[in-house]
């Protein structure tokens, strides 16, 4: 059974920077697709950040240069770094995995398995 628990999410001032963590379960860690969306008040959820079992990354073309994926398999972990943020990032920030999109569709929207989110907001 998957499990993702995200954490990190926080009430920021502008300019600074955040880091969210993402504490998976269920899986073998090195092979699956993993990710970050959000969704903001209002708006569709958005994929932002996509890590692939290699470690190949792909941004959001928007965020591009200011978020950052990462992963530690050692401890299970999928990360999340923002540098800068606006008040345009506030929104619930979630973790998904999927193992069926590993080493060949790493993008998109349609992931099997999500966290319970976590709330960014920026002011």
């Known amino acids: 059974h998957v499990q993702l628990v995200e954490s990190g999410g926080a009430s920021v001032q502008a300019g600074g920077s955040l880091r969210l963590d993402c504490i998976a379960s269920?899986?073998?860690?090195?092979?699956?697709?993993m990710a970050w969306f959000r969704q903001a008040p209002e708006k569709e959820r958005e994929g932002i950040a996509y890590?692939?079992?290699?470690?190949?990354?792909r941004y959001t073309d928007s965020l591009k240069g200011r978020v950052t994926i990462s992963k530690d398999a050692t401890k299970s972990t999928l990360y999340l770094q923002m540098d800068g943020p606006t008040p345009e990032d506030t929104a619930v920030y979630y973790c998904?995995?999927?193992?069926?999109?590993?080493?060949?569709?790493?993008?998109?929207?349609?992931?099997?398995?999500w966290g319970q989110g976590t709330q960014v907001t920026v002011s």
């Open positions: 998904a995995a999927d193992a069926r999109l590993a080493g060949w569709g790493c993008f998109g929207k349609y992931f099997d398995s």
């Open positions: 269920g899986f073998v860690f090195n092979k699956i697709c």
């Open positions: 890590i692939d079992e290699d470690d190949s990354t």
